[in-house]
């Protein structure tokens, strides 16, 4: 179903795989990719619950735009076993303008489909994603 303002349907991939995160922990991250010649999100790559933060890192292309969810294992400063899902809206300063400008727009909408995500980062540069970037963020 496409958005008015950005134009952008979300595939029932999307929802069906981030459920499938959130719920069961089928998968370590999913990356969404938008098909421009079909106005839609669409699922990209899923990782696998054994992949670690460094496969999910390696999945961003360096010059287009992506949208990643990642469920973040940690433990607390009291010792307590946790869990965190990140929204990751991937936006390199190579990517082509147009295209930031679609993920830019469509963003918020995208997100909303995803219901049960606890923390946003928007990324230019591999350095602001990086696990102590995380690790801060989580706690």
């Known amino acids: 179903m496409a958005n008015s303002s950005s134009g952008m349907a979300v595939h029932d991939e999307c929802k069906l795989k981030f459920q499938e995160l959130k719920a069961k922990r089928n998968y370590r991250f999913i990356v969404f990719k938008i098909d421009e010649r079909i106005q839609q999100v669409t ?7 054994e992949e670690t933060y460094e496969d999910f890192f390696k999945s961003f292309p360096a010059d287009e735009c992506r949208y990643a969810v990642f469920d973040f294992d940690f433990t607390t400063e009291e010792n307590v076993q946790k869990s965190k ?3 990751i809206a991937w936006a390199p300063d190579t ?3 147009r295209s930031k400008m679609v ?3 469509s963003k918020d909408r995208f997100k909303r489909e995803l219901d049960g ?3 946003e ?5 591999p350095s602001e994603m990086s696990m102590d ?4 963020r989580a706690n």
């Not at 980062?121 to 540069?125: A, E």
């Open 103 to 105: 993920y830019a727009s």
């Open 121 to 125: 980062l928007q990324v230019t540069d």
């Open 43 to 49: 699922v990209e790559k899923v990782g696998s619950p």
């Open 95 to 97: 990517a082509r303008v």
């Open 133 to 136: 970037v995380i690790k801060g």
């Open 117 to 119: 995500i606890q923390v």
């Open 85 to 87: 899902i990140f929204f």
